[in-house]
C-alpha cells in the first residue's frame, strides 16, 4: 500500500497538509515526498512493491508539467508499456505507476476503463490546469475528499488526512472520476449488460479459469507475498491456488482466539494439504479489548461487522510486519458479495438474490473491502483481492442468479463445482460459511458484548439519541462502537451508509445482530 494526498489550490500551507498526510505514514513507511504544482500539491508515502529501486518513487512527472500520485497495482502494466515505448516514451523505473502520465497523454479519461487494476490517483494536467482523480470500480483502493475552508476540493487515502482540514470527509464513489468539479461514473460493476446464458458446467468452468487468472496476475511482486488463510473456501481457494501456481510451499497465516478458536483447525488442514508454510497467531479477550480503540480510529468506522471482523486481521497482520519480511497478502475478500452469505440462503427470488448481490458490490468499499485494507496497510502491507478481478466480478455478476441462488442444499455451490478434482480436502471444499468474526472464536464477540454491557446501564437508549443524525446505534455494543467512532471522527457517521446487516425485509433476517449464527440456517458453520 502506499499513501496519497492533493490539493487543488495553494491557500494551505504544504506544512499542514503535510500534518494532515502524517497520519498514514505507515501505509508507505519506505520514503515520503511532496510536489508543488503550478495549481496545488500533491503528496506522496511509499510502501515500496514493483519497481522498488529509488527511480520508481511518486510523484512522477513529465516535461509539460504534469504530475500524479497513485496507490495501485496496474495488472498487465509490462504489455502496456512496450506498447507506449513504441510510440517513444521513455521509463525510468520498473514501476507500474510510471505508466500513468503517458497513458493519459494518449487516452484521456478513456485509460480508467482499460485499466486492469486496483487503484486511487489524483493527477494534475498541466495543460489544462486542471485536477484528475480516480477510484478502481471495486473501491479497493481507498479515496476519500473533502472541501477546505475556502471551497476547494483535496483528496486523500483516508478520512483521517483530512479532519484537520475540512468539515465532512466523504468517500470517493468508486468506478468514478473526477474532473471539472464533477464526479463521472466511467464503470459501474453492479450493473449488468446483458444476463449469461451460460449452461451449469460451462459458469463452473469459466469460475474456474477466472480465479485462477485472477490469483496469478496478483503473484507479480518484487517483495515477498504472503497468504491469509482462515480456513474457509475462500481464503483456502486463493491459498490452494497459488500453491500450485507456484510449485512451491507458500507462506500461510491464519489467526483465532486463544481458548475457543474455530477457524485454524480447518486452516491447519489446508496448509497440510497444500504445503504451505503454516503460522498461527493467538489472540486473547483481554488482546481484543486493549487493541478496540485503535482498531476504530484505524478503520473508520462504527459498523459492527466490520470492527469485528478487522480485529483478528488487525492482530494477524501486526504480527505479520513483526515477524517476516512480507509485503504483499493475498485474502479471500468479495467472494460472499458475488456467491452468497448465509442470510442470502433467505432470499424470495433468483431476482431479490441479485438486487442484494449488486447492493453489496456498491456499498463493499465501506466493508469488507475497508475492514481488509485498512487492517492490511496500517501494518505497512499491501492487500491484493483475486476474487475482487474486474473480469471475474463481471462474470459471477451476469450469471443468471437462479443458477446463484442456493437450490443445492450448499451454499456457494458454483464455487465449489468449479474447484473439484484436487485443490482442497473435501471438508474444506464442502465446509458450511462461518464468519470470520465467529471463527476466530465465538469468545470475541460474545466478550466485546459483555464489555459493552457492563460499560452502559439502562439509559444507553437515551446516550444513543445523541448520535440519531446517522445510523443510531441500536445495541450497547453498537452504541460503544459509535462513542470510540465520534472520539476520532465527530460528526462523520456519513462515511458509511449503514450498518453491514442481514435484509430485514426477507423472511428469517429480521435480526438485531449481525453475525450468522443468530440466523436458523447457521447449522454446523460454527463447529
Known sequence: MCAIMGYTAKDIPVSQLQQGFAATKSRGPDDSRFLETRAGTLLFHRLAIMGPEPAG??????????????????????????????????????????????????????????????????LYDAPS?????????????????????????LFASEPRNLTMLTDQARPFPPGH??????????????????????????????????????????????????????????????????????????????????????????????????????????MTEQDVLDTLEELIYTLGTYDIT????????????????????????????????????????????????????????????????????????????????????????????????????????????????????GYLPESILQREKAAFSDAVGHSLADGLRVYAGERYGGDWKTIAEKYAYHAKPFTKESLLYREIFEKYYPGQAGMVTDFWMPNRAWEGCNVDDPSARVLSNYGASGT
Open 129 to 153: 490546469g486542471g485536477f484528475i482523480a480516480a477510484r478502481d470500480p471495486i473501491g479497493i483502493r481507498p479515496l476519500y475528499y473533502g472541501y477546505s475552508r475556502s471551497g476547494h476540493i
Open 306 to 421: 466490520t470492527i469485528r471482523a478487522g480485529m483478528g486481521m488487525y492482530l494477524v497482520c501486526r504480527a505479520i510486519h513483526a515477524q517476516s519480511d512480507i509485503r504483499v497478502l493475498l485474502t479471500g475478500e468479495i467472494s460472499d458479495e458475488l456467491f452468497g452469505y448465509k442470510y442470502t440462503d433467505f432470499a424470495p427470488s433468483p431476482e431479490a438474490f441479485q438486487r442484494e448481490s449488486e447492493k453489496r458490490i456498491r456499498e463493499l468499499h465501506m466493508y469488507d473491502v475497508l475492514r481488509a485494507d485498512r487492517c492490511i496497510s496500517a501494518n505497512s502491507l499491501e492487500a491484493r483481492v483475486p476474487f475482487g478481478d474486474l473480469d471475474f466480478v463481471e462474470y459471477v455478476m451476469s450469471v443468471d442468479p437462479a443458477k446463484k441462488v442456493n437450490v443445492y442444499h450448499k451454499g456457494k455451490y458454483l464455487l465449489r463445482h468449479a474447484f473439484e478434482g
Open 177 to 282: 472520476y473526477y474532473k471539472d468539479g464533477k464526479f463521472i461514473c466511467y464503470r459501474d460493476m453492479s450493473k449488468v449488460a446483458a444476463v449469461c446464458g451460460d449452461d451449469l458446467e460451462t459458469v463452473c468452468a469459466n469460475i474456474h479459469e477466472k480465479l485462477i487468472l485472477g490469483v496469478e496476475k496478483r503473484l507479480d511482486a518484487d517483495v515477498p507475498v504472503g497468504f491469509l488463510l482462515s480456513g474457509g473456501l475462500d481464503s483456502s481457494l486463493v491459498c490452494a491456488i497459488a500453491s500450485k501456481l507456484l510449485s512451491k510451499p507458500i507462506e500461510t497465516y491464519a489467526v483465532g482466539m486463544s481458548k475457543d478458536a474455530i477457524d485454524l483447525k480447518y486452516a491447519r488442514q489446508t496448509a497440510d494439504f497444500i504445503g504451505s508454510n503454516h503460522h498461527e497467531i493467538y
Open 57 to 122: 518513487m511518486q510523484p512522477f512527472s513529465s516535461p509539460d508539467g504534469s504530475a500524479v500520485v497513485c496507490n495501485g497495482e496496474l495488472y498487465g502494466f509490462r504489455r502496456l508499456k512496450k506498447t507506449l515505448e513504441a510510440k517513444g516514451y521513455v521509463f525510468r523505473s520498473g514501476s507500474d505507476c510510471e505508466l500513468i502520465l503517458p497513458l493519459w497523454r494518449e487516452y484521456g479519461a478513456e485509460m480508467f476503463r482499460m485499466l486492469d487494476a486496483e487503484f486511487a490517483m489524483i
